[in-house]
């Protein structure tokens, strides 16, 4: 009997479905409904066949009992504690040893990389327990599609010991740095039970970087410059100018400029300029993820709906770093595969072409393609969010294999009484690759068709005070593509990062704003604990594990040297323990503060009634002023940095996970409340 395991039920099905050719039988091993775990059999030409998809790992890394009381060991101790391997469920790990029991071949066809891999080898040493004989291979495929799968199962591999060893390293050192990291500042500012201070050694270093930004924001001093601008007109259409200068520093000198207009410019020269443009790379999971941000999707969701695509057999594996094409993928074959889609005008046209040379980025690797589509979606089988994910990574691929677009920049200088315009149009000759990938880009700017020499009438100008801006937040997209340059975190881990940042407060919003609390705790580890800040020592530490991943270190070897660097980073939060709990203190209080009380204006707080938890918006200034709000027992509560209209308390933004945050007045009683 072959056994194979794959890392997911929705796996084993699609895995199923394919070499069974739609005859497989689902039993459940371990009890029926929601507790069993289903196994999949067949039969090939008289040999028996069973899938059994897990829930991901079966084992977790964690320390042997008693280490997990927070006040009674100290958190330098976790640093050199042995790390013990356990059973995550039980359940799952029965079924799979039962399965292998019988199995003469084992078929490991978790995901690819290395957690799969960890995955599949955890898999490996379980089923050695029961079945020490059975032999063992790898099924190695980047898509869900029949093709693929039946290829992959036609050709296994032996499987990757030295990629799942870098898997289990990554687990090794983030337990140990999470866990003795966390547990010191916590102790040292008193924020435990379910206020604990989360640190880790990629979470901390990006949050970090979050917060500098934050502080050049906020040290910004705005520079005023000054701006003239000046419509023509000709033949009834207006042509908008900027003076050469494009900002005067000096109010005096633009007004100056301002004095010497009159009535009229004269067309001094047009230059007609065309500019090709290069389709855009093939997505790998960086530039997939800034791309679904750019639509409105966070990180997390994004990968959640493209790992859901990829079990669907709907796009290629969503975790990449490649961004070639290789030779063995036929284009030709994956346009053909969605052409009977809603997209099926388009890949003919890309199909008409004589030849396909698609664009490559800079970074080539060789576990998994670039993210493409591998099927066509039935009618109202993906949800609007799914629909608009799969037609993300169906026209980027496209683009990818199409033209050039060419543009024509056109750029004409006026004189009005020696002080010179600029206007500067754009527009599109051939559209190539832009009638695929029409996501967020310039709009093109049509100028009236104006030749040198002519006179035209000055219907207006103005002159306009600015400021230079602070630097921009990062977005989650491109926070992602930061992480990557800076070596913090990998393809399959960053979006994650993002995400616990989110969820433990330290962040909000998109563009990303620290919180108080977050700002707290990057400056507290930036003062006393300057490794666990900094990009350096993580990129470090990611180069090491590529290189057990390449056989190139020992696991060992790479664990033990992140365990001396941890030790001086915990002693050094120790040592300044009340200097960071005052600092953190401090962000924690500056949070609680939602606006000003429309009565006193003295500080609303966020309180916890005594008796029954609840929370509430109280004034700082009670027992004098008691003006008070209820607030909605769930959902994380913000400023919306805007008062009522109507009764002038502090508006506030909901936000519940996987819900778009709704926009409240707190004031039960206000009148605007009526109105409605």
Known sequence: MRLIVTEKDTTAKRIADILSKGTADMEKKGGSGKGGIPVYSFSINGSSTRIIGLKGHILKVDFPEGYDNWEKID????????IQKTPILKSVLKALQTEAKGAEEVVIATDFDREGELIGVDAINMIRQVNPDASVSRARFSSLTETEVKQAFSDLKEPHYEMASAGEARQDIDLIWGAALTRTISLASSRLGKNFLSVGRVQSPTLVLLCEREKERIAFVPIPYWQITAAFDKDGQRLDTLHKTERFKDEKEAKAAVSKLGKEGTVKNVERKERRVKPPTPFNTTSFLAAASSIGFSAANAMRIAESLYIGGLISYPRTDNTHYPPSLDLRDVIDSIASGPFSELCAKVSAQKEIKPTVGKKKATDHPPIYPTGVA????????????YELVVRRFLATCMPQALFENIKAMLDVNGEEFIAKGERVLSQGWLESYY?????????????????LPLIEHELLKKETQPPTRYGQGSLIQEMEKLGLGTKATRHNIIQNLYDRSYIMSDPITPTKLGMAVAESLKQYAVTISTPGMTADLEKDMDDIAEGKKERQLVVEKSRSVLTTTVRGIQEHGSKIKEEIWKGVNEDRVIGKCPQCQKDLLVRKARKSGKRFIGCSGYPDCRVTYSLPPFGLIQPAGESCPDCEAPKLKVINKGKPPWVICPNMNCPGKEKK
């Open 378 to 389: 039935a009618q109202g089988r993906l949800d609007d969010r799914a629909s608009k994910i």
């Open 439 to 455: 996501y967020p880009r310039r709009k093109e700017v049509l100028l009236p068709d104006i030749a040198e020499g002519e006179i």
């Open 75 to 82: 958190p330098a101790e976790l640093v050199n504690a042995e």
